[in-house]
């Protein structure tokens, strides 16, 4: 499932002091230059410049996971051509980007990836980031979305539950 870019926020990922105000009218939307008194943010204009002289897509990832850093080491040897670009969900980048995705900052339960205008998540944003990578993989990817969404996001959700207990995790990011 391809989540748009609206870049809007909902106040309780922002401005604690202002979650608790709940306004009369529909939430307004702003620019990272100004707040309303919901405190909601323009995350895609605030995280424009990841894309202004770089479009490819960033894939995010668990950086002290160690399946999702052995995920990196894969995508570093099937991209050659350096089609994406990597980021831990923990570091700053990645925390506006996933606000930028419409996810909390602090939400690394899944793969996410970042593409000028909109995000993927989960076994979508699995099967986008294969797009990207040599020879066998587009193929595959292709014949993997006839597989239902459900089916793929149960089988995802799964292995991400489990992933410390059968990987483990790293003290240090792989990038």
């Known amino acids: 499932m391809a989540l748009p870019l609206s870049g809007r926020v909902p106040a309780r990922f922002v401005l604690p002091s202002t979650a608790h105000v709940r306004p009369r009218q529909p939430v307004a939307f702003v620019s990272l230059s100004s707040a309303t008194n919901d405190g909601t943010i323009d995350w895609v204009e605030a ?9 490819r897509p960033i894939m995010l990832f668990d950086g002290v996971c160690n399946l999702c850093n052995g995920g990196v080491r894969f995508v570093r040897a099937n991209d050659r051509n350096r089609r994406i670009r990597l980021e831990a969900l923990q570091s700053e980048a990645g925390k506006k980007l996933l606000r930028r995705s419409g996810r909390a900052p602090d939400d690394i339960s899944s793969v996410v990836l970042v593409e000028k205008d909109r995000s993927y998540i989960k076994s979508e944003a699995v099967l986008r980031i294969m797009e990207h990578l040599e020879l066998p ?39």
Not at 138 to 154: D, G, T, Y
Request: aromatic share 18%; charged share 25%.
């Open 47 to 55: 995280t424009s410049d990841f894309f202004e002289k770089d479009t």
């Open 137 to 175: 993989f587009p193929q595959l990817a292709l014949f993997l979305k006839f597989v239902p969404l459900f089916v793929r996001n149960i089988a995802y959700d799964n292995i991400a539950d489990n992933r410390y207990t059968l990987f483990g995790r790293s003290e240090s990011c792989e990038i």
